[in-house]
C-alpha cells in the first residue's frame, strides 16, 4: 500500500470506503509513504525542452529546436507532451502551445524563454513522501477525498458516528400527521434534534414520544442507555408539576442531574445529568430553546466525541439593523436575519415574545450572542452572526 | 388535513416524509391552514390572570388573587398553568413564577403587575392562517423541519435530485487501491464530484473510468444520457491529441459542444454541450480545474434545477496577508486559507504551480475571485472569501 496511517483519539472508530466518507472525520493522520506526484510532470499541455535551450528566445528572436519521438530530450530538441505526462528524461521545463509555432512535422519555433522547473509539477510538491496528507480530526470534504485517492487509498479509519436517542414528553404531543384533539399540539423537536444530529455527524435514534408518565419516562430512557451514546430529551425539563424528566433521571442512580437551569435565554431550563457514564442532555419543550440548547451543549459534545476541536459555525460581521434588548445577567441567543446588500452585512433581528415561535428561527439565519453584562445591542452595531442558514443577497451594485 | 400547497417549477418532484426531508429543496409553498398557534397558550410557566386585577401591584404592595381550579378565570382569580397550556378562558396574560409568593393552597401574592397579552402566544402569532410558513425553493433545514411538523405536515413535496452521471477518462487513470504501474496515477475526481454533488443536493451517477477511446467514450456517454439528468465529464477536455471527449460529444448530434475554453483560471479547457437536450459539462482532468469547473458550471446549474434562485457560499470578509499575483484577462479564483486571529478575519494565499496539486484546496478553506481586469491583489487588501470548508479560530483575546 502506498499508505501508512496513526490512529488516535479514544472514541471508537470504523473503516468506510472513501466514497462514503463525505462529512465523516477522519480518525487516523494519513502519511504518505511515496512522493505526489510519483514524478516530474508536464503541468500544462506543450513541448517538454531543456531550459537552458530556450534562453533568449522571444516573438522577434525566435529560437528553432528538433522536435523528437524518442524517449530522451537531447540538447537541441523538445518532445510533445499533454497536462500530467511525466516530463521525459533530460528535460527540465514545458514550453506552453501559446508560445510555440509548429514549422512543418519537425520542428518548433520557441517564441518566449522558459526557466528551470517552469511548467513542471515536481515530484513531491503536492505531498512529499513521510508528510501528513490529512489529519486526524479532519472533516473530509470533497477536497480531501480527491487527495485521499491520489494517495491510492479506498478505505479510510473514522469515527464511528456518536449515537444520539431523542426522546420528546408531554401528554400533549402528537405526532404529525396524525389526528388533533382539543388542547393538543403536534410534536416538533424529535425530527429538529435529529436533523441537527445529521448536520453535526451524529446518528439520531429516535424514542418517539412520552406521556408525562415517571414509568413510560423511565421505560424510554433505559431504552436509550442501552442504545445510545448520548440522550437527549425535550420537554418536561423545567419545575413545573408535569416536568418530570429530572426526577426520573435522578432515580437512575448518581451523579444524575449535575446542572439545572443556565443562565442563558433562551433554553433557562436545560438540565444535564450523567447516567451510566453516559451525558443526558434535557432540553425544554419550547422549540426554539430545544434549538439553542442543541447549539450550546449537545453540538460542541458532539463534535468533540469525534476528535474535532475547533468547528464554528460560518460567521459573518454585520452592522445591526435596529436596536434589540435583551435580559442583564443572562446570555442572549438574538436570532438575526443576515443579508448582503451592495457588499455590505447587515443582521436584522427578529423579534419574538416567547421561545416556542418556531418561525423566528425559520425568519432568521443566524444568531448573535449578547454577554451577561449587556442589556441589549444598539442599531448600527458591528455583530458577528453564526449562520445556521445560508445567507442572503440582495441587490448588489458591485 | 392542516394543510395547503401549491406546487412551483417544472423540475420533477416527489413526496418524502418529512423526517428524511433535510437538506432537501421543497416544491411547494407550505400555507397554513389553521392559525398556530392554534390557541392562545401560556409562553411561561406561572398563574393565569386578568391582567387589570394586577394593576399596581408590586413587592412592597402585592395584591392577593384566589386559586381556581375550574376552566374559568373570574375577577380576582388566578389559575396556576405550565409553558404550552392553553390559556384559561376569561385569563388575558400570565404572572411569571418568579414574581409571585404562594400563600397556602389558595391564594397568590402578586408582586408584579402585567399587561394584557403579556407571557402569553397569541393564537397565530407563529403562522396565522393563510400565510405561507416555508415558501417553494427553501432549503429544508432543521428548524424548517420543526416549523412543518407543527403544522402537522408529515410529507413533503420535494423537487426530485438532479441525477448526475460522472465520468472520467484517460490512459493514465487507475483506481484508488488498486496496482499503479509506471507512469499512471490515481483517479481522483469522480469521488470529488461525486461529493460535490451530494453537498449541494444532486444525485451522483457514477460511470466510471474510460480510456482515451472513442468508443469506450461513446459508450459510457450513451450510458450517462440513458440514466442522468445531467452529464459531467473529467479529463480529455482541453485540445491535446488524446482530448476525444469534445469531439467524442459533437458526433452525438447538435448542437453539441455550445462553449469551449473559458477566460477563468483554473479550468480554462472547460466546454460546455448540450445533448439531447440534457447539459453536458466537460471538465478539466487537473482535480484543482475540475473543482472550479464544478464551482462555477455545475453548481448554479443543479441549483437552478432544485428551483434555487440564489444560496451562495458563506462569505467571509478578510485581509489578505500577502500580495498574490494573477494574469490580466482572466477570472482567477485565488485559494486562500481565511482564520480568524482576536476577532480579524485574514486570508492567506496559497501558492502553487499547477492546478493539479491537490493539496492547494486542501490546505486552503476558501477562495477569492480576482476580476479579469486586475493583475493580482494586495497586501493587505480587503477580500470577500467564498468558504468551502471550515472557518479556523487561532487565538482569540476576545
Known amino acids: 500500500m502506498f499508505f501508512s496511517s496513526q490512529k488516535i483519539g479514544r472514541w471508537k472508530t470504523e473503516n ?40 533568449g528566445a522571444s516573438q522577434f528572436k525566435p529560437k528553432t529546436l528538433k522536435l523528437t519521438s524518442t524517449s530522451e530530450v537531447k540538447k537541441g530538441e523538445a518532445k510533445q507532451v499533454w497536462t500530467g505526462n511525466p516530463l521525459p528524461k533530460g528535460s527540465d521545463a514545458v514550453l506552453m502551445l501559446e508560445n510555440v509555432k509548429l514549422v512543418g512535422n519537425s520542428e518548433i519555433e520557441v517564441w518566449a524563454a522558459v526557466t528551470p522547473g517552469e511548467n513542471v509539477s515536481k515530484r513531491g510538491e503536492d505531498v512529499a513522501k513521510g508528510e501528513v496528507a490529512v489529519k486526524a480530526g479532519t472533516r473530509l470534504k470533497p477536497h480531501h477525498l480527491a487527495l485521499i485517492s491520489a494517495l491510492g487509498k479506498s478505505e479510510l479509519m473514522v469515527f464511528e458516528k456518536p449515537k444520539v436517542a431523542i426522546l420528546a414528553t408531554g401528554n400533549e404531543l402528537v405526532e404529525a400527521g396524525e389526528k388533533l384533539l382539543k388542547d393538543q399540539i403536534y410534536e416538533t423537536n424529535r425530527v429538529m434534534l435529529a436533523s441537527l444530529c445529521h448536520e453535526v455527524g451524529a446518528e439520531p435514534l429516535d424514542l418517539g414520544i412520552a406521556k408525562d408518565d415517571v414509568k413510560e419516562i423511565s421505560e424510554k430512557l433505559k431504552q436509550g442507555l442501552k442504545k445510545a451514546d448520548v440522550i437527549i430529551t425535550t420537554g418536561g425539563a423545567s419545575v413545573g408539576a408535569s416536568d418530570l424528566v429530572p426526577t426520573v433521571i435522578n432515580k437512575f442512580g448518581k451523579p444524575g442531574i449535575i446542572v439545572h437551569g443556565v443562565a442563558m435565554r433562551p433554553a433557562m431550563p436545560t438540565a444535564l445529568a450523567i447516567v451510566d457514564g453516559k451525558p443526558v442532555i434535557v432540553l425544554s419543550g419550547n422549540p426554539v430553546a430545544a434549538f439553542f440548547g442543541f447549539e450550546v451543549f449537545a453540538r460542541p459534545l458532539i463534535l468533540k466525541m469525534l476528535g474535532i476541536e475547533n468547528e464554528a459555525r460560518p460567521v459573518v460581521v454585520a452592522k445591526l439593523t435596529r436596536r434589540t434588548s435583551t435580559a442583564l445577567g443572562r446570555k442572549t441567543f438574538v436570532r438575526v436575519r443576515v ?60
Chains 1, 2 share one sequence.
Open 16 to 55: 468506510v470506503p472513501v466514497w462514503g466518507a463525505l462529512n465523516r472525520v477522519l480518525a487516523e493522520d494519513l502519511i504518505a509513504e511515496e512522493d505526489l506526484p510519483r514524478f516530474d510532470r508536464s503541468a500544462v499541455d506543450g513541448y517538454a525542452v531543456k531550459a537552458e535551450d530556450t534562453f
Open 339 to 398: 443579508f448582503r446588500r451592495n457588499g455590505e452585512f447587515y443582521a436584522e433581528p427578529i423579534s419574538s415574545r416567547g421561545s416556542g415561535i418556531i418561525s423566528t428561527l425559520t425568519k432568521a439565519n443566524g444568531y448573535v450572542v449578547v454577554p451577561e453584562n449587556r442589556e441589549g445591542l444598539e442599531e448600527g452595531e458591528t455583530v458577528q452572526v453564526h449562520l445556521f442558514d445560508k445567507l442572503e443577497v440582495l441587490s448588489e451594485n458591485v
